[in-house]
Nanobody
Framework: LQLVESGGDLVQVGGSLRLSCAVSGDTFDYKVVGWFRQAPGKEREKISCMSTLYKRTNSVDSVKGRFTISTDDRKETMYLYMTDLRPEDTGVYYC???????????????????WGQGTQVTVSS
């Protein structure tokens, strides 16, 4: 799979941003797609993931109500719509994909084999 993110930018506190990730190289069906971020000096953390087949989503508590993951199956693209952005949301955002399979933690980064190159999001106060 090839994944290419776009949409990262500098935004003010409280602003909104939509990240996109175009997926190619294999069928978009039967996949779990996810968004992760890495803040400066910190480990990469999961944000949200979604099954392209069942449309079930999982998100971490810190972004619930603010971030929404979605997919456009026809375009084979995934999105992360972010609202009410905070300085702690600053980081490099990565999209990733894996084959559909049941897992205790469906968003665990160790399960994902294919990753994008990352896109920078900076939230200024």
């Amino acid at each position: 799979l090839q994944l290419v993110e776009s949409g990262g930018d500098l935004v003010q506190v409280g602003g909104s941003l939509r990240l996109s990730c175009a997926v190619s190289g294999d069928t978009f069906d039967y996949k779990v797609v996810g968004w992760f971020r890495q803040a400066p000096g910190k480990e990469r953390e999961k944000i949200s993931c979604m099954s392209t087949l069942y449309k079930r989503t999982n998100s971490v508590d810190s972004v619930k109500g603010r971030f929404t993951i979605s997919t456009d199956d026809r375009k084979e693209t995934m999105y992360l719509y972010m609202t009410d952005l905070r300085p702690e949301d600053t980081g490099v955002y990565y999209c990733a994909a894996r084959a559909e399979a049941t897992a205790p933690d469906p968003c665990a980064s160790s399960l994902f084999l294919d990753w994008g190159q990352g896109t920078q999001v900076t939230v200024s106060s």
